[in-house]
């Protein structure tokens, strides 16, 4: 079974501030995937990486794939990123089958 | 290009009755997963389907729940005989066919029991 750890749990911060939350893994993946959930409850998929870096717009993600660790980063927070972020890898009994960290709710305040 | 549909986004069950959600995939995927997320807890995996096909049900629980895709129509996740513990949000997700491709997730359907 592949466990995730995601840390913090919890995170406020003003606006403006370089966020990053932190995800590790147990077994070693093809790739991970970071998910946002807004409160409203809907989810939002941000990157699928496998190596290196993604960028899009604010957010980046990164890993390390010997470390089994990744990070997503959030440059010039707003309080519209305010929501729950997760981090998900693939179950070691199928790819297609994802484990998912426990989510990090980042509040973010004008 | 329509994203993954869920229906209802709400649904209200009292103990011992049915519960039917449906989900429909973006166009030309033809893998589902559904998840559930347990208030205060972690989205958990609980089926994987293609196309007239349960590829991996080991998430589910063993009695009173079913899901299905059929060749036509929806992806329906069926709860029979409803429990309070059942009241949670459940999530459909979809992705085409190559192996890796991301999953791209719906709106939820957000299921209260009384």
């Known amino acids: 079974k592949n466990e995730v750890e995601q840390s913090p749990q919890n995170l406020t911060a003003q606006e403006g501030e370089f966020i990053t939350i932190n995800c590790s893994y147990s077994v070693g993946i093809s790739a991970l995937h970071w998910l946002q959930q807004h409160p409203g409850g809907g989810i939002v998929s941000l990157f699928m990486?496998?190596?290196g870096k993604k960028k899009h717009g604010r957010l980046i993600a990164t890993i390390n794939i010997q470390e089994k660790h990744s990070s997503l980063h959030i440059t010039a927070s707003h309080p519209r990123d305010s929501a729950v972020y997760i981090c998900a890898v693939p179950s070691i009994q199928g790819a297609q089958k994802l484990v998912f960290g426990q989510g990090t709710r980042l509040t973010i305040n004008p | 290009n329509a994203g993954v549909m869920q229906n209802p986004r709400h649904l209200v069950r009292r103990r011992g009755q049915e519960a039917r959600l449906r989900c429909s995939p973006m166009k030309g995927h033809s893998h589902v997963y559904w998840y559930r997320q347990l208030p205060e807890e972690g989205l958990k995996f609980m089926v994987y389907l293609q196309k007239e096909n349960i590829i991996d049900e080991s998430g589910m629980p063993k009695e009173r729940f079913s899901a299905e895709f059929p060749k036509e129509g929806p992806s329906i996740l069926r709860i029979q005989q409803v429990v309070r513990g059942d009241s949670a949000a459940y999530f459909c997700?979809?992705?085409?066919?190559?192996?890796?491709?991301?999953?791209?997730f719906g709106d939820g359907t957000r299921l209260s029991i009384l």
């Open positions: 997700a979809s992705s085409p066919l190559n192996q890796g491709a991301p999953q791209h």
């Open positions: 990486l496998s190596s």
